[in-house]
């Protein structure tokens, strides 16, 4: 299982960022996928779900409006876009191979992505 995620960087308040996850090693339409983050000094925080079709998401309250997940099962790639960033997502995020909606068995190094002005 190989999860590698890219497209973190630096953006101001009320910005957009896209972040991308590429898997392989597994059959990536047969499972959830979820997108996780760690923000510096606090325990790691569940942030959307989707399920392996692409029919249904979740979001935590937190991110719910302003996040959207999404995933091209031909490309074996999850994304996960943020609008409307706050200085409040500054974290680590990470894409998990999910074994139900909040649960996960193997994720990718992460991305960092920081907002501030």
């Known amino acids: 299982v190989q999860l590698v995620e890219s497209g973190g960087g630096l953006v101001q308040p009320g910005g957009s960022l896209r972040v991308s996850c590429a898997a392989s090693?597994?059959?990536?339409?047969?499972?959830?996928m979820i997108w996780v983050r760690q923000a510096p000094g606090k325990r790691l925080e569940w942030v959307s779900s989707?399920?392996?079709?692409?029919?249904?998401?979740y979001y935590a309250d937190s991110v719910k409006g302003r996040f959207t997940i999404s995933r091209d099962n031909l490309k074996n790639t999850l994304f996960l876009q943020m609008n409307s960033l706050k200085p409040e997502d500054t974290a680590v995020y990470f894409c998990?191979?999910?074994?139900?909606?909040?649960?996960?068995?193997?994720r990718g190094p992460g991305t960092q992505v920081t907002v501030s002005s």
């Open positions: 998990a191979r999910g074994t139900s909606n909040r649960s996960w068995d193997q």
């Open positions: 090693g597994f059959t990536f339409n047969g499972y959830w």
């Open positions: 989707i399920t392996s079709s692409g029919l249904f998401t």
